[in-house]
C-alpha cells in the first residue's frame, strides 16, 4: 500500500490568497523554507493501478496535474482515480469533486451526514449519478472499496467518529453541541489492504478521546490534523476571533494537544497534515518544526509519500 500526500495546507492553503502573514509572507517570496502547499488531500493505491482519494479539495485538478500516479493512461478518456471518500462535508472536501464532473466513472463513499450534505446543494448534481455511484459509509464497520462497476480495488475502509464540528455553512450559532454535530459529521478513515496493512487519516479532529487512540494504536501510517500549532495562535496573530477548539481543531502543542496525548501510542509513521498557514511548524526553520520532529513527527508536504 502506498500513499501519496495530494496537499498538506488547511482552506486557503499556502500561502493564503489573501494573507501577508509573516508565513505567507516569506512563501509569497519564495524562501525555500516555506514551501507553498496545496489544500489537504490524500491518495492511497494497493496495486498501483487503481487509487482511492480521501478528501477532494479546491486544489484537486492542480494536485493531478503534478502527480503522475494519478495522470490518464488510456484513450480517449479513463483516470486511475477509482473512488473517493470524504471525511466530513466541509468546503475543503467537497468542492475538489466538481472538477470530477466529466462523466468519468467512480465511486463516492461518505457518511449519511456528508451525503445529505451533497443531496442538499443541487451545484453537486453535475457529478452524473450514472456514472458516479455515491455509496454510504457505515460507521464502526470495514467496507471493501469498489470502483463504479463494482470491482474491488484491494482496499477496504473503516469509518469512525471523531470529536469535531458541523461544516462552517451548516452552524447555526455558537451552542457548543449544536457546533459538534452529531455522528458521521466529522469521521476519521483507516484504510486497510488485503494483507492487514493499515493506514489511518484524520485531517480533522476537535480532541485525542480513547476513541482517537484506539483506532490509531497499530496504523503503519497515521496522518492527523496539523492544523494549529496553539489553541489561540489565530488570535494572536491578528488573523481570526476563533480558537482551534471553537474551529473543531486541536492544537498540536500544550498540555492538551495532539503531541503529548499520541505520544505513546505504538504508529510506526506519523504526519501532521491539513497545516494551517497561520502554523510556524509549516516553516522549515522555526523551533515549533524542531520540536515536532524531535518528537518523531513529520510536517507533511505536497507530494510526500507513505509506504506500507
Known amino acids: 500500500m502506498r500513499a501519496i500526500v495530494l496537499g498538506s495546507a488547511a482552506g486557503g492553503g499556502f500561502p493564503q490568497w489573501n494573507c501577508g502573514c509573516g508565513n505567507c509572507a516569506?512563501?509569497?517570496?519564495?524562501?525555500?523554507?516555506?514551501?507553498?502547499?496545496?489544500?489537504?488531500?490524500?491518495?492511497?493505491?494497493?496495486?498501483?493501478?487503481?487509487?482511492?482519494l480521501l478528501n477532494a479539495s479546491p486544489d484537486l485538478r492542480q494536485q493531478i496535474l503534478t502527480t503522475p500516479a494519478l495522470h490518464p493512461r488510456s484513450a480517449p478518456r479513463g483516470s486511475p482515480i477509482a473512488a473517493?471518500?470524504?471525511?466530513n462535508a466541509d468546503v475543503?472536501?467537497?468542492?475538489?469533486?466538481?472538477?470530477?464532473?466529466?462523466?468519468?466513472?467512480?465511486?463516492?463513499?461518505?457518511?449519511?451526514?456528508?451525503?445529505?450534505?451533497?443531496?442538499?446543494?443541487?451545484?453537486?448534481?453535475?457529478?452524473?449519478?450514472?456514472?458516479?455511484?455515491?455509496?454510504e459509509l457505515p460507521l464502526e464497520a470495514t467496507t471493501p472499496v469498489h470502483d463504479a462497476e463494482g470491482a474491488g480495488i484491494g482496499l477496504?475502509?473503516?469509518?469512525?467518529?471523531?470529536?469535531?464540528?458541523?461544516?462552517?455553512?451548516?452552524?447555526?450559532?455558537?451552542?457548543?453541541?449544536?457546533?459538534?454535530?452529531?455522528?458521521?459529521?466529522?469521521?476519521?478513515?483507516?484504510?486497510?489492504?488485503?494483507?492487514?496493512?493499515?493506514?489511518?487519516?484524520?485531517?480533522?479532529?476537535?480532541?485525542?478521546?480513547?476513541?482517537?487512540?484506539?483506532?490509531?494504536?497499530?496504523?503503519?501510517?497515521?496522518?492527523?490534523?496539523?492544523?494549529?500549532?496553539?489553541?489561540?495562535?489565530?488570535?494572536?496573530?491578528?488573523?481570526?476571533?476563533?480558537?482551534?477548539?471553537?474551529?473543531?481543531?486541536?492544537?498540536?502543542?500544550?498540555?492538551?494537544?495532539?503531541?503529548a496525548a499520541l505520544a505513546d501510542v505504538k504508529v510506526r509513521r506519523r504526519v501532521y497534515v491539513h497545516v494551517n498557514n497561520s502554523n510556524p511548524m509549516i516553516r522549515a526553520d522555526t523551533p515549533e518544526r524542531a520540536e515536532v520532529e524531535a518528537a518523531g513527527w513529520t510536517v507533511a508536504f505536497d507530494g510526500l509519500e507513505v509506504a506500507a
Open 92 to 135: 475543503d472536501h467537497l468542492a475538489g469533486l466538481l472538477t470530477l464532473r466529466e462523466s468519468q466513472p467512480l465511486a463516492l463513499y461518505g457518511t449519511a451526514r456528508a451525503h445529505a450534505a451533497l443531496t442538499g446543494s443541487p451545484v453537486f448534481e453535475v457529478l452524473d449519478r450514472a456514472t458516479v455511484s455515491r455509496r
Open 156 to 259: 477496504w475502509l473503516t469509518a469512525f467518529a471523531v470529536p469535531g464540528k458541523v461544516a462552517r455553512y451548516l452552524e447555526t450559532g455558537d451552542d457548543p453541541a449544536a457546533l459538534a454535530g452529531s455522528p458521521g459529521d466529522t469521521i476519521g478513515l483507516a484504510v486497510a489492504d488485503a494483507d492487514g496493512r493499515r493506514m489511518v487519516y484524520i485531517p480533522g479532529c476537535a480532541a485525542v478521546d480513547q476513541r482517537v487512540t484506539r483506532r490509531v494504536a497499530g496504523a503503519e501510517a497515521l496522518f492527523f490534523d496539523g492544523t494549529l500549532y496553539r489553541d489561540d495562535e489565530l488570535i494572536r496573530a491578528g488573523l481570526g476571533a476563533k480558537t482551534g477548539a471553537r474551529m473543531g481543531h486541536v492544537p498540536v502543542a500544550g498540555p492538551g494537544g495532539s503531541m
Open 26 to 52: 516569506r512563501a509569497w517570496r519564495g524562501d525555500p523554507d516555506a514551501v507553498p502547499r496545496t489544500q489537504s488531500a490524500l491518495a492511497v493505491t494497493a496495486d498501483e493501478r487503481r487509487w482511492l
Open 84 to 87: 473517493v471518500a470524504v471525511t
